[in-house]
């Protein structure tokens, strides 16, 4: 038995909904390597991963809309609350924080996950529903938890100044990271170039995560279309077209005669996923607020460069370690990036290669650094 034994509860962990399904598979798992046993509760229907599988994925197969209204939810909490000295709850404005207030007050800390992101406050009517959500509920959520947590400097800032009242919550910077993949990346370029054998040969600059407005992904592809010098580069953009902005998107290089210059993949996994990242001269990630940005270090950690904006709440670990390009959030900076890393001469690309490596076994490599599973320790006896 492990000595330590803690719940995840998180909406959702299919890969699709973006950066923490994926990188609660790799915390869970480098927590059971410190001898702490993390089990995972989400509200889907049974998900197969092909690793973690020491893991005890919990699936309760039941919400109710966006906010992921579960009875089964509360069930659960009311006969494990006891099983388990300390919850982790991942995301806001979903039940499971109301949940944990409830149920487990005292004994939870929350993830926000981004989702307090100043950003968010320039949607007007998002922004009205959320601050009256937070000033009769949520905020209430968080003040009951041990900790809200943040991964960067830059996120404390962030959560600090954002469009809702957060300074009486309990904000903790704590260093997150992901496992480094076991994976052959000579056959997933294989398997790669198999499924998208029209980039054989090719340059390409990849983004690849949820296509959404925060993400930048319109300024990209325009930045991408204005490149001043001509080039062999093609921009891939890799995830799933299932909202009227990734639409518009589509319909925008359709419009603009770019289909020979910017290909949409689809949403990847496994070696389609790792064999695009290898395969590509760099990645990018134009976001407008990116509290970790999971792409970015998956990228680093197979010393493929980065092209990151400065709202990536790591950005300042990258530049530190020059191991990509840093950008602000408009399409001037990201076509001046792009034109940037292009026009480098082959010693400053391989230097750059390189330093991903350092970056990320430095800062992010769960393997080498165990300081969440430390800090779990520590709260957990405290």
Known sequence: ???YKIASIINSMKLEVGGPSHSLKDLAYSNYLNNIQHDVVHLEKKINFNHNKKINYINLNQKFLKYGFSFKLL???IKNRNNYKLFIIHGIWQFQTLCARLIIPNKYIVFTHGMLDPYFGTELFKSIKKKIYWFFIEKKNLLKAKYVIANSEKEVLHLKNTFVDTKEL?????????IPKKINLKKSKIAFLKKFNFLKKKKTILYIGRIHPKK??????????DLKKKHNYKLLIAGEINNNYARQLVKFVEKNNLKNKVYFLGFLKDHLKWGAISFSKCSILPSHGENFGVSVIESLSVKTPV?????VGVYNKIKKFNSGIIINDNKKSIQEGLE????LDLKKLK???QNCKICFNVNFNLLKNNYFSNWIKFI???
């Open 340 to 343: 940037k890393f292009i026009n």
């Open 307 to 311: 092209i990151c904006s400065n709202k």
């Open 170 to 178: 309990n904000i903790k910077k704590v260093n997150y990271g992901i």
């Open 351 to 353: 230097k750059l290669k």
């Open 380 to 382: 957990y006896k405290n």
């Open 75 to 77: 069930i659960w909490l």
């Open 1 to 3: 038995m492990k000595k």
């Open 216 to 225: 930048g992904c319109d300024l990209l592809v325009q930045a991408f279309k």
